[in-house]
T-cell receptor, first 115, second 109 residues
């Protein structure tokens, strides 16, 4: 595997379900990110992890719970979601979360549908 | 507040040149990025500008004017595979990327 991988690619869940999204980066980066991408809206930064510590939480509802067990893996645990949470969830990584040149490498995303 | 503006959609002809504009208002500035995103795929990095002026990379060039809060992405010799969304993003004072909603570029034969 190379780059940033995400599983599953597609997920359909009910509002009472619990599911998790997984992201893995094979680039040796120190920072990882979760973004939400909705149609015709800007990418919304949800969480930032640097060296496995959360450094940013942009007022995300508690029904989204991130976990970063090591610098290569990032999870997003989902529970009691709402239909408006349906979107593409993108994971990204970069060498550092605190540098000017902060090129982020993205995974292919998980297309989430909440029924 | 922080804001990035870019046109929602543009159409151009194969072989032509197109310029996609981006204006921004952010709390601090640590560089401006352009990404390309094909439908159903991940965004991929195109360019980075932190100083005023033009950066050229093959068929793609990116320009920045910090005093005007303005950038553009110039695509030359357009090919059908250039049909995609182009995302403008600014690194703010905390180095976090603030994103525009993207410009969908449609290339016609």
């Amino acid at each position: 595997e190379t780059g940033v991988t995400q599983t599953p690619r597609h997920l359909v869940m009910g509002m009472t379900n619990k599911k998790s999204l997984k992201c893995e980066q094979h680039l040796g980066h120190n920072a990882m990110y979760w973004y939400k991408q909705s149609a015709k809206k800007p990418l919304e930064l949800m969480f930032v992890y640097s060296l496995e510590e959360r450094v940013e939480n942009n007022s995300v509802p508690s029904r989204f719970s991130p976990e970063c067990p090591n610098s290569s893996h990032l999870f997003l645990h989902l529970h009691t979601l709402q239909p408006e949470d349906s979107a593409l969830y993108l994971c990204a990584s970069s060498q550092s979360s605190e540098s000017s040149y902060n090129e982020q490498f993205f995974g292919p995303g998980t297309r989430l549908t909440v029924l | 507040g922080q804001n990035i503006d870019q046109p929602t959609e543009m159409t151009a002809t194969e072989g032509a040149i197109v310029q996609i504009n981006c204006t921004y208002q952010t709390s601090g500035f640590n560089g401006l990025f352009w990404y390309q995103q094909h439908a159903g795929e991940a965004p991929t990095f195109l360019s980075y500008n932190v100083l005023d002026g033009l950066e050229e990379k093959g068929r793609f060039s990116s320009f920045l004017s910090r005093s005007k809060g303005y950038s553009y992405l110039l695509l030359k010799e357009l090919q059908m595979k250039d049909s995609a969304s182009y995302l403008c993003a600014v690194a703010d004072s905390n180095y976090q990327l603030i994103w525009g909603a993207g410009t969908k570029l449609i290339i016609k034969p």
